[in-house]
């Protein structure tokens, strides 16, 4: 088991901005991708982006233009700086990694609540 340690979430008004952290501790292999999602109350998990080491990022069309994945393989870590927040972003952000093995790896989430 990878433990992943997620940091960053809260409370903040529309219009903000946040920044979300994930550290994949103990990893044995590289890292084929890293990414966020996100689930409301009542509704399904959905992706919210994604870094593909060597490859694209993809981003929701919600998302696409207000939030930035990044991340640093040799640290293992991935960022997501999200701006000009809005209500409907409020959630549970769940980190996600996936090894060279394709071995997936779930966050136990942290919570963004959007409002004023």
């Known amino acids: 088991q990878v433990p992943l340690v997620e940091s960053g979430g809260g409370l903040v008004q529309p219009g903000g901005s946040l920044r979300l952290s994930c550290v994949a501790s103990?990893?044995?292999?590289?890292?084929?991708?890293m990414g966020w999602y996100r689930q409301a109350p009542g509704k399904q998990r959905e992706l919210v982006a994604t870094i593909t080491s060597g490859g694209p990022t993809i981003y929701a069309d919600s998302v696409q233009g207000r939030f930035t994945i990044s991340g640093d393989d040799a640290k293992n870590t991935v960022w997501l700086q999200m701006n000009s927040l809005k209500p409907e972003d409020t959630a549970m952000y769940y980190c996600n990694v996936i090894n060279s093995l394709r071995a997936q790896y779930w966050g136990q989430g942290t919570q963004v609540t959007v409002s004023s």
């Open positions: 103990g990893m044995t292999f590289g890292i084929y991708r």
